[in-house]
């Protein structure tokens, strides 16, 4: 009896083991996307580490906001880590409420994402969203986003569509966030006025002596969360990736620093990354909580022979 037992219970573990992990070939390669934001750079050169260090390859492309939604619904991206809440709230509603994108769950809490001054244009009264068109003038009437289709370009887009703040009249810059950082240095270089799009983390909010505007949080809220999502089904086709994906949360700290190092020292996201976690192991604990290799290995052994 004891030996049939025996037997039995090695079965089961067994059989649970396989169903841990991803034995599936749409499983091997997990898609993810980056809209060229640093801060999903280095979420995204996390995520990378660890899965390929459980045996997935990982592919990561530059995709407008836009389309990486479509692309969760189409299945042509699996996961997405930076969907920045309420800036991102139209495609909530649009993607994620019906049921055609799957939110995994919160990575980030404690976000701020709005408008922004520097410290200069702060002292001189420019405090809220309403003290903008005091000084159209200074400003010349320009106000520095990021990629075409950002959601946040979206909001000030209808700010200015709907003459709110009396903001009528104003033109949104578009660019990249490294032009709009560029253009943000030769203004304060010249300590002209200027407004832009601000977020934390980041490694600006370092670099530059900063503000950000309130009387926004109609559009951006006051205070906010990322949220990681997947396409619909992942989870049930390729538990041990979303269970890894699903148990990465982040701090402000952790980014910063990963954002700074690849500023500071001019590495690759994936070399600040692995650094930042080879120098705190201890968060591996709950990051890999429930997750087997691909295989259904042991899954600290195997990151930790990689770091």
Not at 45 to 50: I, K, N, Y
Not at 172 to 180: G, T
Not at 255 to 271: G, L, P, Q, R
């Amino acid at each position: 009896m004891q030996k049939f037992s025996t037997a039995v219970l090695a079965l089961a573990l067994s059989l649970g083991t396989a169903h841990a992990a991803d034995g599936d070939a749409q499983c091997s390669t997990v898609k993810l996307a980056d809209p060229g934001w640093s801060d999903i750079a280095s979420t995204n050169a996390v995520a990378r580490l660890l899965l390929e260090s459980l045996g997935y390859q990982v592919k990561i492309d530059s995709l407008a906001v836009p389309i990486i939604y479509g692309g969760l619904k189409d299945g042509r991206v699996d996961a997405f880590l930076g969907n920045w809440m309420p800036a991102q709230q139209g495609f909530h509603d649009k993607f994620i409420a019906n049921g055609d994108v799957h939110r995994l769950g919160r990575n980030l809490e404690g976000t701020e994402f709005t408008l922004a001054v520097p410290d200069y244009v702060w002292n001189a009264g420019v405090k809220d969203f309403a003290d903008l068109q005091k000084n159209a003038d200074k400003f010349d009437k320009k106000l520095y986003g990021i990629g075409s289709g950002a959601p946040a370009n979206l909001s000030l887009k209808e700010i200015i569509e709907k003459n709110d703040f009396e903001l009528g009249q104003w033109k949104l810059i578009e660019s990249s966030e490294q032009a709009m950082l560029a253009q943000v240095d030769r203004a304060v270089k010249k300590q002209q006025f200027i407004t832009f799009l601000g977020w934390t983390p980041h490694p600006m909010n370092v670099k530059l002596k900063m503000h950000y505007l309130t009387g926004g949080e109609k559009w951006f809220g006051s205070k906010g969360d990322v949220y990681t999502l997947t396409r619909k089904g992942y989870p049930q086709a390729c538990p041990n990736a979303a269970k890894l994906l699903s148990n990465l949360t982040f701090t402000l700290d952790m980014e910063n620093s990963i954002m700074a190092e690849v500023v500071d020292k001019k590495v690759s996201f994936d070399e600040a990354a692995r650094g930042w976690v080879k120098a705190h192991p201890q968060v591996l604990d709950a990051w890999l909580a429930g997750v087997t290799t691909k295989a259904g290995g042991e899954s600290q052994a195997a990151v930790k022979a990689k770091l």
